[in-house]
């Protein structure tokens, strides 16, 4: 079950990869980071629910166990409040910048000033 | 728990189409409107995906955050910017891209498939098992007590965000 869930986050990395790197439209660049981003959560959540936490592998970790099970999602939070920041100020640009050139293909972009 | 039975591996394995095709589409399709759309199918399904392993809350954050949130962003981007329907185009190095995600790929499938994981057992140890019952409450437990200082920071992350996006796309009447 672990590995299945593995491989479709990989899957969704790779295609991510791809469009960042393949895309001309910079919003399809900022799409692909966003499947970046989510393929890294789908494989916090399932180590999360289908790995020992490696606090409880060691010998003296302690058993308090509620608090390192949910180590995985708690991090996925975090990676969804940040790329939740990202895409806000990364659009912002985007509609800066798309104000004051006639382009927005990335190729076209290669310094930010005017 | 769920996958124990029939009903739930189809459904399992109908997400995971719809996200992974939905995903594809997003870095395929030429229209970068219909792009967007299918970058939503493709945040529900990793709802769904969540929803399935036993982690509910972060379920319906996806839909209220990407599914909401950042559609409308990426939707109203998209509709502000120009070249919407032919632009999204393959750069010079999309052959080498192509590529690397396929080498990557490989990479990565080999690597999980040979790796030995420390699995928990199939059926959870008792407070294991009572944490993954009511994620919600032991989550929001975690993030006021051990992980706090991330909290905060969190928050003050996002307020810096707003502000940047405010002053960046405000127009300047002066200038």
């Known amino acids: 079950m672990l590995e299945r869930l593995l491989i479709i986050s990989a899957i969704l990395f790779c295609i991510g990869l791809y469009g960042v790197l393949s895309r001309r439209h910079i919003i399809a660049v900022i799409m692909s980071v966003e499947i970046m981003f989510n393929a890294v959560n789908v494989a916090l959540v399932a180590f999360s629910r289908y790995t020992v936490p490696a606090s409880l592998r060691f010998p003296g970790a302690g058993t308090d166990v509620e608090r390192f099970v949910l180590e995985g999602q708690t991090l996925a939070v975090f990676v969804i409040v940040v790329a939740a920041a990202e895409v806000a100020l990364g659009l912002a640009l985007i509609i800066a910048l798309a104000r004051r050139r006639d382009t927005i293909h990335i190729s076209d972009l290669s310094t930010l000033r005017r | ?175």
């Open chain 2, 1 to 175: 728990m769920a996958f124990d039975n029939l009903f739930s591996e189809i459904v399992f394995w109908a997400l995971a189409v719809v996200t992974i095709g939905s995903a594809a589409l997003v870095v395929h399709l030429r229209s970068i409107f219909r792009a967007a759309l299918m970058l939503v199918v493709s945040f529900l399904g990793i709802a769904g995906i969540f929803a399935m392993v036993n982690a509910e809350f972060l379920a319906v954050v996806q839909v209220l955050v990407y599914g909401g949130g950042i559609a409308v962003l990426v939707i109203f981007a998209v509709m502000m910017t120009r070249d919407v329907d032919t632009g999204n185009r393959s750069t010079a190095v999309q052959p080498v891209a192509l590529m690397m995600g396929i080498a990557l790929l490989g990479a990565l499938a080999y690597s999980i498939v040979q790796a030995e994981w420390a699995l928990l057992p199939d059926s959870l140890p008792g407070p294991i098992a009572t944490v993954f019952v009511e994620t919600p409450t032991q989550l929001g437990r975690l993030l006021l007590s051990d992980y706090v200082l991330a909290f905060e920071v969190a928050g003050v992350l996002l307020l810096a965000a707003v502000i940047g996006a405010l002053s960046l796309v405000r127009e300047r009447h002066d200038a």
